[in-house]
Nanobody, 123 residues
Framework: QVQLVESGGGLVQAGGSLRLSCAAS????????MGWFRQAPGLEHEFVAA????????HYQDSVKGRFTIYRDNAKNTVYLQMGRLKPEDTAAYYC????????????????WGQGTQVTVSS
């Protein structure tokens, strides 16, 4: 079956950096666009970033542009989210998702989801 497994979350001070990873199995990874979402307590899933099947195109939420970078390694079936200049408002559970279509911004439209990894940014 399809599995998406996130890792790399943790506690970091404001201004710091983290790199999240999402390892995929059970699907033809290069046939799926990948997205990162986040969910803070009491809020809905929020789109963060997405990347096309080959990695040639990316899309970001305005609040993370210039601070976050999404990239992928199809040989390793892994997508990454490099996060820099972190802010307390970036605190959330971060999820990766997979869908064969581009560009999908609505979480309900993604076919597969990971279990999430927590990112906490202290001020």
């Amino acid at each position: 079956q399809v599995q998406l497994v996130e890792s790399g979350g943790g506690l970091v001070q404001a201004g710091g950096s983290l790199r999240l990873s999402c390892a995929a199995s059970g699907l033809t990874f290069s046939s799926y666009a990948m997205g990162w979402f986040r969910q803070a307590p009491g809020l809905e899933h929020e789109f963060v970033a997405a990347i096309t099947w080959s990695g040639g195109n990316t899309h970001y939420q305005d609040s993370v542009k210039g601070r976050f970078t999404i990239y992928r390694d199809n040989a390793k079936n892994t997508v990454y989210l490099q996060m820099g200049r972190l802010k307390p408002e970036d605190t959330a559970a971060y999820y990766c998702a997979a869908d064969p279509k581009w560009l999908v911004l609505e979480p309900d439209e993604y076919d597969y989801w990971g279990q999430g990894t927590q990112v906490t940014v202290s001020s």
